[in-house]
């Protein structure tokens, strides 16, 4: 997992060629005027799905994992609190999903870091994670979530 503010996206370049590209289409697209939905971006390899919703209580979040896609989520607007923990220390929850390239999990929260607009996190396989959690009570957010096929 890596968490930072996109202004910082420098330090990654040269990691991840279909990173590279996102932090470029990130850098020249203005996220608060586009409209929530899947954009095509390399077909399979590398797409965005902007997504809005309200933060909730941790009880009304989930755990999730993906097999086949590095996710890059960007927030456009609001906060969150995103849980973390190695897939290996949780329980699968539902058999994974193929279709939709997830796992459903189960397990307590035990990490957790707060994203601010213009922070993003990047999610690997083995990074389960908790997304949409509020800071101070329920709240709109819009985010960028970049799926990078591995």
Known sequence: MIVNHISNFNYYKGLNEKFDKAFEYIQNTDFE??????????????????????????????????????????????????????????????????????????????????LEKGDFIICYPQDAHMAGIMVNGHEKVKKAVFKVKL
């Open 33 to 114: 005027k586009l409209e929530p939905g899947f954009y095509e971006i390399e077909g399979e390899e590398l797409f965005l799905n902007l997504v809005e919703y309200e933060t909730k209580g941790i009880e009304d979040r989930v755990w999730e994992s993906h097999k086949k896609y590095i996710d890059i989520q960007v927030i456009v607007e609001g906060n969150e609190w995103i849980g973390y923990e190695l897939f290996d220390r949780m329980k699968i929850k539902d058999d994974y999903n193929e279709q939709d390239d997830i796992y459903f999990l189960e397990g307590s929260l035990q990490s957790k870091v707060k």
